[in-house]
């Protein structure tokens, strides 16, 4: 039903401790900014994407990757952005950690590198949305230099933040979990993770730089990977 570079999510089997880590976490009391990783640390087997998952499925906060563990707050910028939706001034999130995740493993600042990355849900005929389905794609050139880091998945609170709307995506109803707050967001938690933590590591895509509004029409348009 989608192109072949869209990679649907792995089912979503959790195990105990899992399950335990996340009501710990959703029975937090708020605080400055809750360290996950500390959570995580008294439960064995947890895998960090399968948690922050759960998570998602369990609360309606936000998640936002990064390389920077200090952020006391998220302040609106406007990005460069070729989709409609990104191209206003607003703190960016996702309703997908395995979205953020990606944001928080590339290494933007010691390489020089582009991305062109998705998350997208079919809705069925009552708007409900199926399993979630990615593409990943950094610059070709920087492909074989393997450029991740440890990162950040940040947890906010979803109250100023705006969904894109559904819309129609290669003749079906689709949904982008992509979300926008005009105004300034504080954290309530972070999750440091580390490259080995991403589930699609080995299935990001090269595209060349010079390309990339092909590469990106292509995909809003679900054609097909631009060769």
């Not at 570079?5 to 710990?24: D, F, G, H, K, M």
């Not at 640390?41 to 990064?66: I, Y």
Request: proline content about 11%; some cysteine.
């Amino acid at each position: 039903m989608l192109p072949d570079y869209w990679i649907e999510r792995p089912a979503l089997s959790l195990n105990a401790a899992t399950r335990a880590a996340v009501e710990e976490l959703l029975a937090a009391a708020p605080e400055p900014l809750l360290d996950v990783n500390a959570l995580l640390e008294l439960h064995e087997d947890v895998e960090p994407w399968k948690f922050l998952c759960r998570v998602a499925e369990r609360s309606g906060f936000a998640f936002h990757g990064t390389g920077d563990p200090g952020i006391a707050s998220f302040e609106p910028r406007r990005p460069v952005d070729l989709a409609p939706f990104g191209d206003q001034q607003a703190v960016f999130a996702t309703s997908d950690p395995i979205w953020a995740m990606f944001y928080a493993i590339v290494d933007r600042d010691r390489y020089d590198l582009t991305l062109n990355n998705g998350c997208i849900f079919l809705l069925d005929s009552e708007d409900r949305p199926g399993v979630p389905h990615y593409y990943f794609s950094i610059s070709r050139d920087a492909l074989p230099e393997r450029p991740w880091r440890s990162g950040y998945v940040y947890l906010l609170p979803p109250e100023t933040f705006v969904e894109q709307e559904a819309g129609e995506y290669g003749g079906h109803r689709a949904r982008v979990p992509q979300l926008a707050s005009p105004v300034p967001v504080v954290p309530f938690a972070r999750l440091r993770v580390s490259p080995g933590d991403f589930p699609f590591l080995a299935q990001i895509r090269g595209h060349e730089d010079e390309r990339l509004a092909e590469y990106a029409q292509a995909v809003m348009t679900a054609g097909p990977w631009p060769g």
